[in-house]
């Protein structure tokens, strides 16, 4: 666009429904210097003539010209008027030119890091509905107490006193911690204070703080394969070295993992519901396990992230409750036992770590929101959580157990799906020559979400299959994903 040589010649576009008059004047005048259409140290109208010209008030030109004056485009000089300020590098950030003119495009880069990152990561969109089959990560929302938590919640907000809008505890609120203690002691046997607890905005949030504080670039790390992507890229954004180590009936191989990797500093394991295969470590691998790391010094990350789900006998014990040398670091998390939105998980730390974890959190997002976290408290101290809980377990057993069911009666030689002792997922075993890939688009483009078990495998491969999720699907949709499974089996 060429310059202009006088301010005649300058063509304003016109001004859009609802804006203000000023607001277009100002920015007109600022694309106008911006793209090089007004030269710089050229000369303004007047205020006055300004507005005869365009018929505006003179105020409005006077406001437009104030807010180019502010913003360093314009300068005005008592009886001399308003210039255009000499700034040779306006034209590099106008879009036109940046479009039209290679040289303009930055070559600045982000971090390698994020490179790898945005490469790898297992990115879940944000959710448009619920109770999709078979979506793997969501909880039976539909049967969540809305209208009980709304009341508790507007409770909270009605009586909160102010201090709890104010900064928040960057551990976590303290009643919540003395909820959560209580909780996990009584239900999973991990013994801790409320203390030792640090609340975080999910179980993500979680393996990203335990990344930054145990973690040196360099670091071995060993990591069940197959195994959760989102934990293998926290230790990988933090520049540690993951170590796949295979699983068989009785969870990671330990010995192998002492093998390959025996200078590991942080094993990442899920011993009560292996994730994805729902494998439950044996004892002899729990203590090989503890015994390890309390030898070499090393961290065990316990990712229990929804072990209170289990559908035959009582939940298995964690192996935190199994230590006596202060190796375990326990990770739960309320999004899977009430709703994903809540984003509140917790970790369990060692009375030494407190401190840096505590300035770590703080220093990521300062705390998990406060109002939130005594909403969550009174929904526990009430008994509700344990009620739910309680009937979810229930739940999620019939509806296993009619995916199971379905499956076996119309997808027999097609696809092997197995009955979920525990969890919110299934494996289930593709027996055709169709490959994973395939039969995920096929049926993605039929509405089910269905992932492949080689998004969760590193190094050692698997047979072929699919994971499904069946904690949020009603009957129905089960149903329905099954009869659709069906159909692209058979096609």
């Not at 027999?412 to 593709?430: C, K, N, P």
């Amino acid at each position: 666009m060429p310059k202009i040589e006088t301010f005649q010649d300058l063509v304003l576009e016109p001004r859009k429904d609802g804006q203000e008059m000023w607001r277009w004047l100002y920015t007109e005048l600022r694309s106008a210097i911006i793209d090089g259409r007004l030269k710089s140290g050229a000369r303004l109208p007047s205020t006055r003539n300004l507005a005869a010209q365009y018929g505006l008030a003179r105020g409005t030109v006077v406001a437009a010209f104030q807010q180019l004056q502010a913003e360093g485009f314009v300068s005005s000089e008592v009886s001399a008027g308003t210039f255009v300020i000499p700034a040779p590098g306006w034209e590099m950030t106008s879009p036109t030119k940046q479009r039209s003119s290679r040289q303009a495009i930055s070559r600045a880069t982000i971090a390698k890091r994020t490179q790898s990152l945005l490469k790898t990561t297992f990115f879940l969109p944000a959710s448009h509905s619920i109770g999709k089959a078979f979506r793997g990560y969501e909880p039976a929302i539909d049967l969540f107490p809305v209208d009980l938590w709304a009341r508790i919640a507007a409770r909270v907000y009605r009586k909160a006193p102010r201090s709890l809008y104010g900064q928040g505890d960057a551990g976590g609120y303290p009643p919540l911690r003395r909820a959560i203690a209580e909780y996990v002691g009584h239900s999973r046997g991990v013994r801790c204070s409320a203390e030792q607890i640090i609340v975080t905005s999910g179980a993500q949030q979680a393996l990203d703080l335990l990344a930054r504080v145990l973690l040196d670039p360099g670091d071995e790390v060993w990591m069940e394969d197959p195994g959760y992507p989102g934990a293998s890229q926290a230790f990988q954004n933090a520049g540690a070295s993951v170590i796949p180590i295979p699983i068989d009936g009785d969870g990671i191989d330990v010995a192998r993992a002492i093998k390959s990797s025996p200078a590991a500093h942080v094993v990442y394991v899920t011993p009560a519901n292996q994730f994805p295969l729902g494998t439950v470590m044996s004892a002899e691998r729990r203590v090989e396990l503890l015994s390890w790391a309390a030898r070499a010094g090393a961290w065990i990350i316990e990712d229990e992230y929804d072990a209170e789900y289990r559908y035959s006998g009582k939940p298995i014990a964690s192996l935190h409750s199994l230590d006596r040398s202060g190796s375990v670091i326990y990770v739960g998390t309320f999004t899977k036992m009430l709703f994903n939105a809540l984003r509140i998980g917790f970790i369990v730390v060692p009375e030494r770590l407190v401190e840096g974890f505590r300035i770590t959190r703080s220093f990521i997002d300062r705390h998990a929101p406060t109002l939130d976290q005594a909403v969550l408290t009174e929904f526990i101290n009430e008994g509700h959580f344990g009620r739910h809980v309680r009937k979810m377990r229930q739940v999620y057993s019939d509806r296993s157990q009619l995916l199971a069911e379905e499956a076996n009666r119309r997808l027999s030689g097609l696809l092997d799906v197995e009955h979920a002792q525990s969890g919110m997922r299934t494996v289930a075993w593709i027996k055709t020559s169709v490959t994973e890939m395939v039969l995920t688009q096929r049926a993605e483009q039929l509405g089910l979400e269905v992932v492949p078990m080689s998004k969760y495998v590193r190094k050692y491969e698997q047979k072929p299959a699919l994971t499904l999720g069946f904690a949020g699907c009603n009957a129905s949709e089960i149903k329905r994903g099954v009869s659709v499974l069906e159909a692209v089996l058979s096609r």
